[in-house]
């Protein structure tokens, strides 16, 4: 898959990919709203070199003509330049020396079928190692939770377990995560300590408890310069 890329696209900017239909919101509301990818972020590290990104364009080339480019609801990619994804406004593959690394999507009615069928095809025509689909119902992709990887150019299943109380889970070498469809919500687990990776509420525990602690310094040591 190649486009002749015209003179003036070395400084092109491709433009934000279309609004998604109303049904979509489920992307939103699995990875935005829990703080997915900022989470991922802070969990890869060395955010100079490893994105975390998604809904803008990917491109082999740099090209004006958007004309059949995809764009996944999240992808990870490492060894890359962060900075050259946001001054495109596009993953441009020839620039980053590599496809990202992991894609994945979030299922929706109007997007069922283009993520199983027509975007499976698509990312492994780019050479994205691994790909991966979360459904909340199971009702637009077929399964609740799939993973594939690539081999020899085609995608190959992924194993998916089931936990106890109904939770599956796969494993993603590229992120050396387990990902989990937990009761409709989608989850990231550190498969060496089985713990999920750090949450927003973890967060906001751990400042309220250093807050806490500065207090208490703060009124000792007003107690000595009173003593």
């Given amino acids: 898959m ?35 990818v900022y989470l991922l972020i802070q969990h890869l590290g060395k955010p100079e070199t490893t994105l975390v990104g998604g809904d803008h364009y990917m491109s082999p080339v740099p090209t004006t003509d958007i004309t059949g480019l995809r764009f996944p609801d999240m992808f990870v990619a490492f060894g890359v330049d962060p900075a050259a994804y946001y001054q495109r406004n596009a993953y441009i593959i020839s620039e980053q020396g590599k496809p990202p690394d992991f894609a994945l999507e979030i299922a929706s009615r109007s997007t069922g079928r283009i993520d199983v069928v027509e975007k499976r095809e698509h990312y492994a025509g780019l050479g994205i190692p691994e790909y991966w689909r979360f459904d909340e119902t199971g009702e637009f992709h077929g399964a609740r939770l799939a993973g594939d990887r690539l081999v020899d150019g085609r995608y190959e299943a992924l194993p998916i377990r089931e936990l106890p109380d109904g939770v599956l889970q796969g494993y993603s070498a590229v992120l050396n995560l387990n990902l989990r469809w937990n009761r409709g919500r989608l989850e990231w687990f550190d498969p060496e300590t089985g713990l999920h990776i750090a949450t927003l509420e973890d967060e906001r525990s751990a400042r309220i408890q250093a807050e806490a602690r500065v207090k208490e310094l703060e009124d000792e040591l007003r107690r000595l310069r009173e003593s």
């Fill in 2 to 36: 190649t486009t002749k890329a015209p003179k003036s696209a070395s400084l092109y900017q491709l433009p934000d990919p279309p609004e998604h239909p109303p049904d979509k919101m489920t992307a939103f509301n699995h990875l935005a709203a829990t703080g997915s």
